[in-house]
């Protein structure tokens, strides 16, 4: 009983965001001027405090470290994989964010916790901070007001000024040098994540809202919906069977870290998705794929809590 009301105390917080978001358009308690207000909020201040602290907790083992270099190389393929079906097939502008992320933040690391516990939740972390190398340059291009026909230069420019790529940056530089340790020493260590802990704590709620807000299934969209969907759960059980056979070489890998692997190739696109698109089309159809994907998700992680249990 105690393992369910944990279970409960993750995932109706996640729903109810949703459904608050759904809500809201319902009753037309917001405007979508007002909504992509939210979102750009948290692009523009409260996500880089996000990855900032992410990497500067970030903690590497020989083990994860592998699983990174796998979940790295998997996630580059599906992402050049994704800007190629949206120049051929899917043209909505914030595609490759459902192929260049998997929503290990707001919703994979909550739920490993609750199955391994707080200690063990830096395995999903490192997937997550794997992923970001090549996610946060691809959120810089799609956020960037580069105009109809940018040059490489431009592009190039936008993402290296990203607070996103800055901040990301800055987090791993303090925690592989130790500097972190030595700020925390003399007492600021404690203030600098004290401030951006704080920046960072609409994410979760403000992204869910717009998720709801944005959740469509109109008939005009609705093939491509299930397409995404199946191509998104059938490429990551993929990479799943991929990574899972890799591990099988290497030595002392812990079950752990295999469960990690699973639950992080289950879990839905990057719920960013919804805010990085540039219509209501294309934030609608990445608003409802991520929501459909969140059940297959929750399903595996049922059978995962079965199972160690």
């Not at 079950?255 to 639950?263: C, D, M, V």
Request: hydrophobic letters at 50%.
């Amino acid at each position: 009983m105690e393992k369910v009301l944990t279970v409960l105390e993750i995932l109706l917080p996640i729903f109810a965001a949703i459904g608050l978001g759904i809500l809201a358009r319902w009753k037309k308690l917001f405007s979508e001027e007002g909504n992509q207000g939210l979102q750009q909020f948290v692009m523009k201040f409260c996500l880089p405090c996000v990855l900032f602290n992410s990497c500067l907790a970030g903690t590497f083992r020989m083990d994860s470290i592998t699983a990174m270099l796998l979940v790295f190389s998997l996630i580059l393929l599906s992402t050049l994989l994704s800007f190629r079906l949206r120049k051929k097939r899917y043209p909505y502008h914030n595609l490759p964010q459902l192929f260049c992320a998997q929503e290990s933040g707001m919703l994979g690391i909550p739920l490993f916790m609750t199955l391994f516990g707080a200690a063990s939740a830096f395995r999903v972390g490192v997937l997550d901070i794997a992923q970001n190398i090549i996610c946060i340059p691809v959120i810089a291009i799609l956020t960037a007001d580069t105009g109809k026909n940018p040059a490489p230069r431009t592009i190039v420019k936008k993402v290296l000024l990203s607070p996103l790529l800055l901040m990301s940056l800055l987090g791993l530089v303090l925690n592989l040098t130790g500097a972190i340790q030595v700020l925390n020493d003399m007492g600021i260590g404690k203030v600098i994540t004290g401030t951006t802990g704080f920046l960072a704590q609409p994410v979760s709620a403000v992204i869910l809202f717009c998720v709801g807000y944005n959740f469509s299934l109109g008939k005009e969209n609705r093939k491509d919906i299930f397409q995404l969907c199946v191509l998104h759960f059938c490429l990551f059980a993929l990479f799943c069977g991929i990574i899972q056979g890799v591990l099988c070489f290497v030595p002392n890998v812990s079950a752990e870290t295999r469960w990690s692997i699973l639950l992080y190739c289950s879990l839905p696109g990057s719920y960013l998705a919804a805010g990085l698109g540039k219509t209501k089309e294309d934030s609608a159809v990445a608003a409802s794929v991520c929501s459909i994907l969140t059940v297959p998700c929750l399903i595996v992680f049922c059978i995962i809590a079965a199972i160690v249990a």
